[in-house]
């Protein structure tokens, strides 16, 4: 387990308001880890291809 994770774990131990809210956390930095790893396989450039009008 990660560092990160048994800091964690410490904080919510009796506390559910602080884990649900931790959890929101550990979302939003899987999702960030999750962007950050398509932008270094396609680079921070890469768009979704988009329907032209013509």
Same mark, same amino acid.
């Given at each position: 387990? &990660?560092?990160?994770?048994?800091? #964690?774990? #410490?904080?919510?131990?009796? #506390?559910?308001?602080?884990?649900?809210?931790?959890?929101?956390?550990?979302?939003?930095?899987?999702?960030?880890?999750?962007?950050?790893?398509?932008?270094?396989?396609?680079?921070?450039?890469?768009?979704?291809?988009?329907? &032209?009008?013509?």
């Amino acid at each position: 387990m &990660r560092q990160e994770g048994k800091i #964690l774990g #410490l904080i919510v131990k009796n #506390l559910p308001w602080t884990q649900i809210f931790c959890q929101y956390i550990a979302l939003i930095y899987v999702l960030d880890q999750a962007v950050k790893d398509i932008e270094s396989q396609f680079g921070k450039e890469f768009k979704l291809p988009m329907k &032209r009008d013509s």
